[in-house]
């Protein structure tokens, strides 16, 4: 078994930052990839920021310049640094751990449960 626990959200002004984390536990032998997809009401899920187990980052163009992913393999944990928060990043973020190898070698996705994320005008 595998799970991914987020932590991190709140409520900010716009202008202003959190850090979110995410830490995958569980019987894991390697993850590929870890990302950040929020979900606000009423709307699809989107991917914004990912990172795989080299360091390779990629952003949404709504995210570049504001956010930062980063991860520590070590500790199998992902976090997400977000700067000048709009109101419009108000969502539900979900952490995503894609192409987990558990140590019986199955291949697996994973999601976490999500923590919410409110930006006030």
């Known amino acids: 078994q595998v799970q991914l626990v987020e932590s991190g959200g709140g409520l900010v002004q716009a202008g202003g930052s959190l850090r979110l984390s995410c830490a995958a536990s569980?019987?894991?032998?390697?993850?590929?990839?870890l990302g950040w997809s929020p979900q606000a009401p009423g709307k699809q899920r989107e991917l914004v920021a990912a990172?795989?187990?080299?360091?390779?980052?990629n952003y949404a163009d709504s995210v570049k310049g504001r956010f930062t992913i980063s991860r520590d393999n070590a500790k199998n944990t992902v976090y997400l640094q977000m700067n000048s928060l709009k109101p419009e990043d108000t969502a539900v973020y979900y952490c995503?751990?894609?192409?987990?190898?558990?140590?019986?070698?199955?291949?697996?996705?994973?999601w976490g449960q999500g923590t919410q994320v409110t930006v006030s005008s």
């Open positions: 995503n751990a894609e192409r987990v190898v558990t140590t019986r070698r199955g291949v697996y996705d994973y």
């Open positions: 569980g019987t894991i032998f390697s993850i590929n990839a």
């Open positions: 990172v795989t187990s080299g360091g390779s980052t």
